[in-house]
């Protein structure tokens, strides 16, 4: 490690506060970071800014998606000597001028980070606390009825109930074969390390061959969830299902779209379902709009399906399937979508209905391309799912998803 | 072996004389990953030039290049070291003949002697007089436990063998890890490391490029091509064509003896340049006629 030196003027200190700047954006900029950032700078010299920019970067930035932020954090920062001034002006409301379009929301983000306002800041207001005590011993005819209600009818009683019932569901999931090993017991692969260590302790003496096996893991799943009008209530709930199964083994990627497709997946990281799901509703600005399922699915395919999509992902897709455009152009995406994915099982409430037949364009369109196609409207349907994610097989492991007890 | 460069021009002009065309920031990055003694991530889209810097690297400074391509399901065994097990059998037969005793051999058994070493051992052997480069290739095609094998060999040059001991390097090697972003590499790894997006080239680089890696490509057809590729890459297509692509494509139209661009020829190639059946469908025809039509009347104009 090259010692650190102090050069003339405030250089390591104006870095260690852009770091900070970052962090607060909401980059993950360690100190460790930032005085690898003033290693490098003393080592590239200062001559050029287009330099330091890129020295900056390649120290401070880990991954593409941050580029943005961090060059606009950049460029305000180590261009203009009158910076509080002007991120002051980017804060105050604009009270006069209406018509003035709000600043982008990166710049407000990156604003609040420059220059926070003092005392009043917004706290996220917590979870409305639970009015009743929850009674655990509910009747069977009370569950039984609850386990057939329809999330959309429910009070909000029965709601919160029903998903107490649900962080009850006995999880499993399909356990898939990786490529790596673990001992075993009983023979299999001969694991010659283990054999030929025992053999040195003996030695040389072949007491009993060692064993490994394939260790196996959960399938990854991928949710995509319509949060247009007539779907939310039931895209709530699965969401809520998504962060139940996040939380107990799987790793769960998650997506909402109604106009347009948002990655939920750090948004459902929170350890409290309400909290998690609460802050998905708040930052999706489409909820309960419109639906425009075949652009949606297009930029799935497009721009993330190879990034979440290894490892033998299953997908799980909730929409009514009501889509007003092109027929082709959607069977195309899901084509994509199923052909990219190991499995996919659309959940449609429009199954409900029990005479339902699949008269839509858009639903004729995409059941061709679907591995299975199930109601979501009740905690019985979303216990058949569960059934189905556990696979064929005997499930090795089964947990139970208690949120409370994590 | 070479001296490393002393500054950001001299790593440009380098590289440059090696026939790698970097941009300032890519030079800067390299540059700096050499004199701090950092690895190197390379993220991108493929067939961006990411392996190929390394192996530019290696020739540059005259060092030995040592590549680990990932794969899932690559462990210890595939990527640092492996205990040769037949030799081991054999010397416990052997000792058996000649009474060697308990403890010597449990001694003997784990020595370096039979250690089969595997590319992330060999680059850090402490008896290298030179540190080689080492390419570890796609990292994101092995799966997330593999990355923890390498944070001890990315931060500190070194690796653990439980029944040996430690082995460190005696000076470091030059690191080159590339990804194509399948998936999210863990920030362990990248915070190890110093991080660099690989971006496809401008019209002007990649004109640069392909006269240094085809060379006797004429002129006009260089410029018709590079115009074409770029043009290509602001259609929204699954796959968008990279610099390799361009310098194949490249070398596939003059194999075809084609001094510009037509219509018929692009057709009959694109092949080449595109390898989705989606994307080609949809630059077959009209589109790419379109496209050659404006790369013709950019020229003349």
Wanted: with cysteine.
């Amino acid at each position: 490690m090259l010692p650190l030196q102090q050069g003339p003027g405030h250089l390591a200190e104006n870095v260690m506060h852009f770091g900070r700047v970052l962090r607060s954006a909401g980059m993950p900029v360690g100190s460790d970071r930032v005085l690898l950032a003033l290693q490098a700078l003393q080592v590239a010299g200062l001559e050029r800014r287009s330099d330091f920019h890129a020295v900056l970067s390649a120290c401070l930035l880990d991954r593409i998606e941050h580029r943005e932020l961090f060059d606009q954090a950049f460029e305000l920062f180590w261009r203009d000597p009158d910076l509080q001034g002007r991120m002051r002006a980017l804060l105050l409301p604009r009270i006069e001028a209406k018509d003035v379009q709000p600043p982008v929301p990166e710049n407000r983000r990156l604003g609040e980070a420059l220059f926070p306002p003092r005392g009043e800041r917004e706290e996220p207001k917590p979870p409305e606390p639970d009015e009743f005590e929850f009674d655990a011993t509910l009747t069977f005819s009370e569950r039984e009825r609850l386990q057939k209600a329809d999330f959309e009818t429910m009070s909000a009683d029965e709601w919160r109930q029903a998903q107490r019932l649900l962080a009850q569901l006995r999880l499993a999931f399909e356990p898939i074969l990786t490529r790596r090993s673990r001992r075993a017991n009983h023979p299999g692969h001969a694991d010659w390390r283990a054999t030929l260590q025992a053999m040195a302790r003996h030695g040389g003496e072949l007491w009993s061959l060692r064993w490994r096996k394939r260790r196996s893991q959960p399938a990854p799943l991928v949710v995509l969830a319509d949060i247009s009008g007539s779907m939310s209530r039931y895209s709530r709930m699965l969401l809520h299902f998504a962060h139940l199964l996040g939380h107990a083994d799987a790793r769960v990627e998650s997506f909402v779209f109604g106009t347009r497709l948002t990655r939920t997946t750090r948004l459902l990281k929170s350890r409290d379902p309400d909290v998690a799901v609460a802050e998905v509703v708040r930052t999706v600005q489409d909820w309960s709009g419109g639906t425009r399922i075949t652009e949606c699915l297009h930029e799935f395919n497009q721009r993330w399906a190879r990034r979440v999509l290894s490892g033998n992902a299953t997908v799980l897709l909730i929409t009514d399937g009501l889509e007003a455009g092109d027929a082709s152009a959607l069977a195309f995406e899901m084509e994509r979508l199923h052909k990219s994915c190991r499995r996919l099982i659309w959940l449609n409430p429009l199954l409900r209905f029990s005479g339902f037949e699949p008269r839509a364009v858009g639903i004729r369109a995409m059941l061709p391309h679907v591995d299975r196609f199930m109601p979501a409207h009740n905690l019985q349907s979303l216990a058949e799912l569960v059934d189905v994610l556990a696979g064929p097989p005997t499930p090795q492991r089964v947990r139970t998803a208690d949120p409370s007890a994590a | 072996m070479s001296a490393l460069p002393k500054s950001i021009d001299d790593t440009a002009a380098r590289l440059l004389e090696h026939d790698y065309v970097a941009d300032r920031q890519l030079a800067t990055v390299v540059f700096l990953a050499l004199k701090l003694q950092r690895p190197l991530f390379l993220e991108g889209e493929p067939g961006t030039g990411k392996t190929e810097i390394a192996r530019t690297l290696a020739r540059m400074l005259d060092r030995e290049l040592i590549r680990l391509q990932c794969y899932e399901g690559l462990d210890l065994a595939g990527a640092a070291y492996e205990w040769n097990y037949g030799r081991q059998m054999m010397e416990i037969r052997l000792a058996e003949k000649e009474g060697i005793g308990r403890d010597a051999l449990a001694a003997e058994l784990f020595s370096e002697r039979f250690l089969n070493k595997r590319p992330l051992l060999q680059a850090i052997d402490p008896r290298r007089s030179t540190p080689p480069v080492l390419l570890i290739d796609e990292l994101d095609r092995a799966d997330e436990p593999f990355e923890a094998f390498l944070l001890e060999v990315l931060s500190d040059f070194q690796i653990t063998i439980p029944e040996l001991g430690t082995v460190k390097a005696a000076t470091p090697p030059i690191v080159v890890l590339t990804s194509n972003r399948t998936r999210e590499i863990h920030d362990a790894v990248k915070r190890r490391c110093l991080y660099h997006w690989v971006e496809f080239p401008n019209a002007a680089r990649e004109l640069q490029i392909l006269q240094r890696r085809v060379p006797g490509v004429g002129q006009e057809l260089a410029r018709q091509i590079v115009a074409f590729v770029q043009r290509l890459r602001e259609v929204e297509l699954y796959k968008l064509p990279g610099i390799a692509e361009t310098i194949e494509w490249t070398r596939a139209l003059m194999e075809l003896d084609a001094l510009v661009l037509d219509p018929q020829v692009v057709q009959d190639t694109l092949g080449v340049l595109l390898k989705y059946q989606d994307d080609i469908a949809r630059m077959q025809g009209s589109e790419a006629a379109r496209i050659i039509e404006h790369v013709r009347a950019s020229s003349q104009g």
